[in-house]
């Protein structure tokens, strides 16, 4: 249905040319535009022929939607190599519109399709095989569903991949929907449904940019950026900074990163900027700031490969809390690799930047005795390199100056 309103919407209030420079914007504004009309009888029948045509491989029909796709995947590409997110392939449902045929031709040979008095086509999932939980997979038409094209998706790419696990990554809005996915799969005799599994997200709530209610990721990501921008030029330190820009880009994207996987993945929170942009604090601001303070410590002494430390000399307390902190890191590592949580590599290493900003006070590395000094700057040296390792399993990349 929105595939069919966003077509009728583009017939109706397209601009080609306004498709070509900004086509996520545009086809938003469409797709709101159409939707005020989404309820009238005219529209919605509008909207199932365009859907239907698609299915038809209808040539005119075809060639809107392949635009469509392709500058959307152009923009996505753009967006999230900001985000140093690159994707082998982009296969969404249209690739497994004919595929989807083939499902529903395999669950009627299985047994498992039935067919409502309506004409739907559906799938018993109750135990009791009473009906009582079942999931639609056929329109009355015989046109395929969000559904059949998933399970389409998931026996092609386990075909083609043979993955160990089968992630997918969406809000949890759809948890049901993939619940689903797994079980008719199972029926199906498919027994690798059990490495299949969902890692839901829940929703970022209060968050306004300048465009709006609606919220796109790029304003989001040029909006950090310019409010770092701001604090580095009025905070006292930044003079010297080679590329200002660059670094405010990576500054502002670790706040938003760590904010976002402070909390279960699955929990709405409240997006505040002032938080997430906070120097002092949980904030991927302190992150970066611990990292480049400790990177210019390392520069200050020479940056010199350190052999043959002596390591008996750390006897302080704050020495000896960072060096227990250190030893946790495979265990946190291991933790998030089991339950999927970011959480835990995010208060591993907000507990590390604390730690380390306490010794870094009190372990002074110039003018103390050169094997204190030596051993002292090697411990720093640790830290550093975990909190970058950390960094970049999240996705941020550490900054050297700021």
Not at 129 to 134: A, I, N, V, Y
Request: charged content about 25%; overall charge neutral.
């Amino acid at each position: 249905m929105q595939f069919g309103l966003l077509g009728v919407g583009f017939q109706q209030f397209g601009n080609k040319e306004k498709l070509k420079s900004s086509p996520l914007q545009h086809l938003f504004e469409v797709y709101v535009q159409i939707n005020k009309a989404a309820e009238e009888e005219n529209t919605k029948k509008l909207a199932k022929d365009f859907f239907r045509k698609l299915e038809e491989h209808d040539e005119q029909t075809l060639s809107l939607w392949k635009q469509f796709r392709s500058f959307s995947i152009e923009e996505y590409i753009r967006i999230y190599k900001r985000l140093g997110v690159h994707f082998d392939e982009y296969s969404g449902e249209s690739f497994y519109q004919e595929k989807s045929q083939e499902v529903l031709k395999m669950l009627e040979e299985k047994g498992l399709l039935q067919k409502t008095m309506k004409g739907t086509g559906i799938v018993d999932l109750s135990e009791k095989k009473d009906l009582s939980s079942f999931s639609t997979v056929m329109r009355s038409d015989g046109t395929s569903l969000y559904i059949t094209r998933d399970l389409a998706a998931a026996i092609d790419r386990m075909n083609k991949h043979n993955c160990d696990t089968m992630m997918y990554v969406t809000d949890k809005s759809q948890s049901n929907h993939f619940q689903h996915l797994f079980q008719i799969l199972k029926l199906m005799g498919y027994d690798w449904a059990e490495r299949c599994q969902h890692v839901s997200f829940g929703l970022v709530q209060g968050m306004k940019t300048r465009r709006g209610e609606v919220i796109f990721l790029e304003d989001v990501l040029d909006e950090a950026r310019s409010r770092m921008l701001q604090n580095m030029a009025s905070a006292k330190t930044t003079k010297e900074i080679e590329n200002p820009v660059e670094t405010a880009e990576k500054i502002g994207l670790a706040a938003l990163i760590i904010q976002d996987f402070q909390g279960l993945l699955s929990s709405d929170y409240q997006f505040s900027w002032d938080r997430a942009l906070q120097s002092r604090g949980d904030t991927g601001v302190f992150l970066q700031y611990t990292h480049a303070r400790l990177h210019s410590l390392e520069q200050m002494h020479g940056n010199e490969q350190l052999t043959d430390v002596n390591v008996a000399c750390l006897q302080e307390p704050e020495a000896i809390s960072v060096l227990q902190h250190l030893l946790r890191y495979d265990e946190v590592l291991y933790r998030s690799s089991q339950d999927l949580q970011p959480k835990h590599i995010v208060s591993y290493l907000l507990t590390l930047s604390h730690l380390a900003a306490v010794a870094h006070k009190t372990l002074l590395v110039k003018g103390s005795a050169p094997e204190l000094a030596q051993a002292r700057l090697c411990l720093f040296q640790a830290v550093r390199l975990v909190l970058a390792n950390g960094m970049k399993l999240l996705g941020i990349t550490p900054v050297t100056q700021m």
